[in-house]
């Protein structure tokens, strides 16, 4: 069984930055597509970002596009999310996740239990 564990939330004022980390725990991480989803209040989860394990190609949603970055270091089992330019509109919990897969479209088998960032106006 998978473990996902996120870090790197918190409050931070419109117009700053955070970065967010996801460390799994077991070593054939290189071979897992990644992905942030987020969750605001009383909204629907909504994917974020994605980075394909076989090729290493990146997926954004429209609205972060240009403002987050999402890597991976293989060797520490660990994918990071880069948010800059962040927004109140960012506010939500942020999840990441594994699929086996390599089309960022198909289901995720391993969730994180989130971190919240709260971007204040």
């Known amino acids: 069984q998978e473990q996902l564990v996120e870090s790197g939330g918190g409050l931070v004022q419109a117009g700053g930055s955070l970065r967010l980390s996801c460390a799994a725990s077991r070593r054939t991480f290189s071979s897992y597509t990644m992905a942030w989803f987020r969750q605001a209040p009383r909204k629907e989860r909504e994917f974020v970002a994605a980075?394909?394990?076989?090729?290493?190609?990146?997926y954004y949603t429209d609205s972060v596009k240009g403002r987050f970055t999402i890597s991976r270091d293989n060797a520490k089992n660990t994918v990071y999310l880069q948010m800059n330019s962040l927004k109140p509109d960012d506010t939500a919990v942020y999840y990441c996740?594994?699929?086996?897969?390599?089309?960022?479209?198909?289901?995720?088998?391993?969730w994180g239990q989130g971190t919240q960032v709260t971007v204040s106006s």
């Open positions: 996740a594994a699929s086996t897969s390599r089309r960022i479209d198909a289901p995720y088998a391993y």
């Open positions: 980075m394909t394990w076989n090729d290493g190609r990146t």
